[in-house]
């Protein structure tokens, strides 16, 4: 049951004025349709209400209602919907269960309607309702609390670095190989997906391994080394700028030159592009992802690369939030291309690519897991398709879920990182 002081800051959320956007966006949906065989949800589904202009209905008619004069009048004769407990329900549901954020629809759409900036504003009416699913509130807590989404505690995490560092030293032979915590003066302020550490801590070798042929100057933090951010998803802004402030002033606090945010696609969203926006400043220091690092280093001749030793056949699947809403696709490719011998692409693939079904929080989202897994068959049938033996992303979270995939509709690849790929043709002599 919502209550009044709920509804009404939900309603507060349709009627800033800071921002045209949202009043210019709700009104120039036309119903083409164009966007529905663009979602992965529809084209798993084939329900009307998994059509993206679906949730631009839902909000334009919540619009109406409350800030249209005929709207109040006249009601559902004109459209307007009456922001209650089922409505509540089935914003949860479409905001939330329905929708990775990715923005295929938006590219697909006729007039250019931003679709996923309309759902990220109804998220938003959702999380003053204190509505937003669960388990995705669980994992932003979490991060609020210990400083990474995976709950590590420091000493944990610490352990884990020196043993690989141990590990990297020995199969480098040199014992001045290191993976540096917390040095001050450093070049880089090199961040990570804390999965890494938990469950991938090849990945952190990897990169550690590239540093080390760049001979780049670089360190972790021991508090604040978390690239993701959920507070991008769940719908609170406040969230998002305390989990990217802390970034930007443990960058400080090392006295970085550059903050390099570890592959995660949401996470060098939030940081790199949206966070100067909320924290109201532009950055005095350098915010780049890891993979064009990687590419500064090869044009720069810092890393030699032999592409013949990865020989087999591979493909790449572009994360949304570096390739299609960040730009990256070219710059992804060139990286990829100087490190393999066979890549084929995948159909449809760079930005207009589909989603691999595990963004917009919902791989965080236990309550829809089996929806996630659903819409997911799209992306294992272009994986399939390609006949590829090894799949590259520069995106854990894009790992995680493609690893899920790969279980469910068996689809016998490797999932690599951009970084493990790199690391594996590095010639170090």
């Known amino acids: 049951m919502i209550t009044k002081e709920q509804k009404d800051k939900a309603i507060a959320i349709l009627s800033s004025v800071a921002d045209s956007k949202l009043e210019t966006h709700l009104n120039s949906c036309v119903r083409c349709g164009l966007c529905a065989n ?62 990775t954020l990715c923005g295929r629809c938006v590219k697909h759409c006729s007039i250019g309607v931003d679709i996923a900036f309309l759902v990220k504003k109804g998220r938003e009416m959702i999380s003053v309702m204190g509505k937003t699913p669960p388990s995705l509130m669980a994992s932003v807590n979490t991060t609020l609390q210990s400083g990474n989404s995976m709950g590590i505690p420091t000493h944990e995490f610490v352990d884990t670095i020196q043993w ?60 604040f080394y978390d690239v993701t951010n959920y507070g991008l998803f769940c719908g609170d802004n406040d969230v998002a700028r305390e989990i990217v402030q802390r970034l930007h002033d443990q960058t400080h606090r090392l006295q970085a030159q550059r903050l390099v945010l570890g592959e995660c696609g ?32 090869i044009r720069q001749g810092r890393i030699k690369l032999d592409k013949s030793l990865n020989q087999k056949r591979y493909t790449v699947h572009d994360p949304c939030n570096l390739v299609r809403n960040g730009g990256l696709c070219n710059e992804l490719r060139f990286v990829v291309q100087h490190s393999v011998s066979h890549l084929v692409e995948m159909t449809p693939c760079g930005v207009d690519n589909f989603c691999c079904g595990g963004g917009g929080g919902n791989l965080a989202m236990s309550e829809y897991n089996e929806r996630r897994l659903k819409v997911g068959e799209v992306k294992a049938n272009q994986i399939r398709q390609t006949g590829a033996q090894v799949v590259i992303t520069p995106c854990h979270n894009c790992v995680d879920q493609l690893i899920q995939l790969n279980h469910t509709y068996k689809l016998g690849v490797e999932i690599k990182t951009v970084a493990e790929v790199v690391a594996d043709a590095l010639l170090l002599n």
């Not at 949730?55 to 334009?60: G, L, N």
């Not at 924290?279 to 280093?297: K, P, R, V």
């Open 266 to 297: 949401h996470g060098t969203r939030a940081t790199r592009w949206e966070g100067p926006n909320w924290l109201q400043t532009s950055y005095d220091f350098e915010t780049l992802s890891a993979m064009e690092l990687i590419g500064e280093y």
């Open 38 to 99: 663009s979602c992965m949800f529809y084209k798993t589904y084939q329900k009307a209400q998994y059509i993206p202009a679906y949730k631009v209905d839902m909000m334009a008619g919540l619009y109406r209602r409350y800030h249209t004069l005929e709207g109040k009048i006249l009601g559902k004769c004109v459209g307007a919907k009456e922001l209650n407990d089922n409505t509540v329900q089935e914003m949860v549901d479409l905001f939330f269960g329905s929708c």
């Open 164 to 223: 690989m560092e141990e590990e990297l030293q020995d199969e480098l032979g040199d014992a001045s190989a290191s993976i540096p915590i917390d040095q001050q003066g450093k070049r880089i302020h090199y961040t990570l997906n804390p999965r890494e550490p938990k469950f991938f801590p090849l990945s952190i070798s990897a990169m550690a391994k590239i540093f080390y042929a760049a001979k780049e100057s670089w360190t972790l933090s021991s508090k």
